[in-house]
Nanobody
Framework: QVTVVESGGGLVQAGDSLRLSCTVSKGTFSDYAAGWFRQAPGKEREFVGGIRGRTGNTYYPTSAKGRFTVSTNNAKNTAYLEMNSLKPEDAAVYYC????????????????WGQGTQVTVSS
C-alpha cells in the first residue's frame, strides 16, 4: 500500500509564496511520476505541475508556468510545489498524486493520492 501525504497549506495573502510538500511511504520519487492538482469548490480538479522522477523533467500547464515550480529532494524522499505571487483564484485544496511511467495531465491516470492540503489566499 502506497500512502501519499501532503503538507504546507495554509492562509496567505495575495502576492505571497507558499511551498507544499509531498511524501510517499513506499519507494522513492524516482519510481514515480508525481503530479500536483488543485480543486476549488464547484470546479474540476486541475493539473498545476508535475515531475517525472526518473528524469527530473518537469511539466506545467500554461496557467502555472512562471509561478509554480515542482521539484523533488530524493534524500528526503519529498516532492515540492513552490507557488509564487499567489492570487485569490489560486485558493483550492491541493493534491499530490503518483503514477508510473510518463507524466500525465489527467487526474484519472494517477494511482495514489494524498488527502489534500488547503490553500487560502486573502486579497
Amino acid at each position: 500500500q502506497v500512502t501519499v501525504v501532503e503538507s504546507g497549506g495554509g492562509l496567505v495573502q495575495a502576492g505571497d509564496s507558499l511551498r507544499l510538500s509531498c511524501t510517499v511511504s513506499k519507494g522513492t520519487f524516482s519510481d514515480y511520476a508525481a503530479g500536483w492538482f488543485r480543486q476549488a469548490p464547484g470546479k474540476e480538479r486541475e493539473f498545476v505541475g508535475g515531475i517525472r522522477g526518473r528524469t527530473g523533467n518537469t511539466y506545467y500547464p500554461t496557467s502555472a508556468k512562471g509561478r509554480f515550480t515542482v521539484s523533488t529532494n530524493n534524500a528526503k524522499n519529498t516532492a515540492y510545489l513552490e507557488m509564487n505571487s499567489l492570487k485569490p483564484e489560486d485558493a483550492a485544496v491541493y493534491y499530490c498524486a503518483l503514477m508510473y511511467g510518463p507524466i500525465s495531465y489527467s487526474s484519472g491516470d494517477y494511482l495514489y493520492w494524498g488527502q489534500g492540503t488547503q490553500v487560502t489566499v486573502s486579497s
